[in-house]
């Protein structure tokens, strides 16, 4: 198993960036696959970006394609979000997510592991 925790969420204006990080420890985090989600007040959990084990790989939702981008380094035993162009519909608990199916391609379901969450805040 492993356990994750996100860091850098925050407040930042419309058109702003912000980067998110999400920390693994414990099983070696390459046999992993990864993914970013979302949950807005009022509103159920939903997909944002997802990357294979080797990074190779990586997919978004329409809505923040162009936007952000999902990035690991397995040395570290992270996985990144860099948020661009900020839009205040982006205002949302972000998570971190680990898969432990090994595969080459990426998923959007089906998540073994979940952090406990970083805020996002973005005002107009």
């Known amino acids: 198993q492993v356990q994750l925790v996100e860091s850098g969420g925050g407040s930042v204006q419309a058109g702003g960036s912000l980067r998110l990080s999400c920390a693994a420890s414990g099983r070696t985090f390459s046999n992993y696959r990864m993914g970013w989600f979302r949950q807005a007040p009022g509103k159920e959990r939903e997909f944002v970006a997802a990357?294979?084990?080797?990074?190779?790989?990586?997919d978004y939702s329409d809505s923040v394609k162009g936007r952000f981008i999902i990035s690991r380094d397995n040395a570290k035993n992270t996985v990144t979000l860099q948020m661009n162009s900020l839009k205040p519909e982006d205002t949302a608990v972000y998570y971190c997510?680990?898969?432990?199916?090994?595969?080459?391609?990426?998923?959007?379901?089906?998540?073994?592991?979940w952090g406990q969450g970083t805020p996002v805040t973005v005002s107009s």
């Open positions: 990357i294979n084990l080797s990074g190779g790989r990586t």
């Open positions: 997510a680990a898969d432990r199916t090994l595969s080459l391609y990426t998923v959007r379901s089906g998540y073994d592991y």
